[in-house]
């Protein structure tokens, strides 16, 4: 291995650190306690220890954590009622609506119906417009703590070839429009994209974002590369569960010039922005 490893772990222990030093000052200053309500329906597994190590991190940087736990075969005018509530609700200044959702609810009114000002997840509409035309908005979590490792080890981003692998509406393209708000040179390629690997090859910057394990190969990479890898797949290796990403790491990590790890890169950053995004939504809504 040659690469430089990006440690996403220190780093999201660094902005937690921010975060907290900027609550501790909205409660001693202003008397306000930023509030974050993770809302799960349904008991997906993932999704569980996902809200669990939210609702951990929200109350260790001295938030306010409140869960809301529905039943999976909820009513959508159940969580639309919730919802409201929670937009309703002064306490609150940040909703999370955990997805996947159960099959008969409709993810996308659900989340069009959180009050844009407390979507700490970036996902509504109001929010990928307001970022599709550079103005403020809430920035998706998982993009956004990939743009900062990328400022963190580049510096300048100016004029870099940046390819995404993913079209979603979650990772893939807040990315794109992320990394083009840094004047880099973007491409969108996904499953379709002919010759994939040498598209790959062209970028300075490569962001993995397809949720297929192991998919890119050190063949993908342009020497000295920046890769970031947003995949997180179980595999089974030698009868044990593996956590890996969409990169290979050993093959990639011999050509890149740096690359972040499966677990402990992307993953810790996805839950501090989610934290900063609180505190950022706090703060406009108190002026
Ligand atoms: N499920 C997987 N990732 C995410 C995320 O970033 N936000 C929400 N709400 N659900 C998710």
Same mark, same amino acid.
């Given at each position: 291995?040659?690469?430089?490893?990006?440690?996403?772990?220190?780093?999201?222990?660094?902005?937690?650190?921010?975060?907290?030093?900027?609550?501790?000052?909205?409660?001693?200053?202003?008397?306000?306690?930023?509030?974050?309500?993770?809302?799960?329906?349904?008991?997906?597994?993932?999704?569980?220890?996902?809200?669990?190590?939210?609702?951990? %991190? &929200?109350?260790?940087?001295? %938030?306010?954590?409140? /869960?809301?736990?529905?039943?999976?075969?909820?009513?959508?005018?159940?969580?639309?009622?919730?919802?409201?509530?929670?937009?309703?609700?002064?306490?609150?200044?940040?909703?999370? #609506?955990? +997805?996947?959702?159960?099959?008969?609810?409709?993810? /996308?009114?659900?989340?069009?119906?959180?009050?844009?000002?407390?979507?700490?997840?970036?996902?509504?509409?109001?929010?990928?417009?307001?970022?599709?035309?550079?103005?403020?908005?809430?920035?998706?979590?998982?993009?956004?703590?990939?743009? %900062?490792?990328?400022?963190?080890?580049?510096?300048?981003?100016?004029?870099?070839?940046? #390819?995404?692998?993913?079209?979603?509406?979650?990772?893939?393209?807040?990315?794109?429009?992320?990394?083009?708000?840094?004047?880099?040179?973007? &491409?969108?390629?996904?499953?379709?994209?002919?010759?994939?690997?040498?598209?790959?090859?062209?970028?300075?910057?490569?962001?993995?974002?397809?949720?297929?394990?192991?998919?890119?190969?050190?063949?993908?990479?342009?020497?000295?590369?920046?890769?970031?890898?947003?995949?997180? =797949?179980?595999? /089974?290796?030698?009868?044990? &569960?593996? +956590?890996?990403?969409?990169?290979?790491?050993?093959?990639?990590?011999?050509?890149?010039?740096?690359?972040?790890?499966?677990?402990?890169?992307?993953?810790? %950053? &996805?839950?501090?922005?989610?934290?900063?995004?609180?505190?950022?939504?706090?703060?406009?809504? =108190?002026?």
């Amino acid at each position: 291995m040659s690469a430089v490893m990006i440690d996403g772990k220190a780093f999201a222990a660094r902005v937690r650190g921010q975060v907290a030093v900027h609550v501790a000052r909205l409660v001693a200053d202003h008397g306000i306690q930023p509030g974050l309500a993770v809302v799960l329906v349904g008991s997906d597994p993932a999704s569980e220890v996902y809200v669990k190590s939210k609702g951990r %991190m &929200t109350r260790e940087v001295g %938030m306010i954590s409140v /869960e809301h736990r529905l039943e999976a075969d909820t009513s959508e005018a159940d969580l639309l009622a919730l919802i409201a509530d929670l937009n309703a609700d002064p306490t609150i200044h940040g909703i999370l #609506v955990q +997805l996947p959702l159960p099959g008969h609810l409709n993810s /996308e009114l659900v989340i069009n119906s959180i009050d844009p000002a407390k979507d700490v997840d970036g996902f509504h509409i109001s929010n990928v417009g307001l970022l599709g035309t550079g103005q403020k908005a809430m920035v998706p979590c998982t993009p956004l703590g990939c743009l %900062m490792m990328l400022r963190d080890h580049l510096g300048d981003l100016s004029g870099l070839n940046a #390819v995404v692998v993913g079209r979603s509406n979650i990772v893939g393209k807040p990315m794109a429009q992320l990394l083009l708000g840094d004047s880099c040179t973007v &491409t969108i390629a996904h499953s379709r994209t002919r010759d994939l690997a040498s598209v790959c090859r062209g970028a300075d910057i490569l962001v993995a974002a397809v949720g297929r394990a192991q998919m890119i190969t050190g063949d993908f990479v342009k020497p000295g590369a920046t890769v970031i890898d947003v995949g997180i =797949n179980r595999i /089974e290796v030698d009868g044990k &569960t593996k +956590l890996v990403g969409d990169v290979d790491f050993e093959s990639c990590a011999d050509v890149a010039g740096a690359i972040t790890p499966v677990p402990g890169g992307v993953g810790p %950053m &996805t839950i501090a922005c989610l934290l900063a995004n609180t505190v950022t939504a706090c703060c406009r809504a =108190n002026g």
